[in-house]
């Protein structure tokens, strides 16, 4: 499998992950403002936020690695090279 191809189905992974923790986010936020929008108790929708959190930077940091050498590559979602080996990461055209 091409490097490029890799980084695609790494990126893809990434993307769902913040789908699932951004919602959760948003729950524990609505929550703290006030907007109980599932009537659950605070310490639940801290625990549940927490969790999803928690679990998402242990995935992210598993997952969002160069193929190559498995260096982390960091905050961009979308790298042109990698930070540690320098090999390319993205086709021509992505």
């Known amino acids: 499998m091409s490097i490029q191809r890799e980084i695609q189905k790494r990126r893809w992974r990434q993307l769902l992950l913040l789908a699932i923790v951004l919602p959760a986010l948003t729950l524990f936020v609505s929550h ?3 907007l109980h929008v599932f009537h659950l108790p605070k310490a639940g929708v801290f625990s549940l936020a927490f969790l999803f959190v928690c679990g998402g930077a242990i995935l992210t940091a598993s997952n969002w690695r160069c193929p190559v050498c498995r260096t982390y590559l960091g905050g961009s979602i979308n790298p042109e ?9 993205r086709g021509v055209g992505d």
């Open 81 to 89: 090279r990698c930070r540690g080996c320098g090999r390319r990461l």
């Open 32 to 34: 703290e403002l006030g």
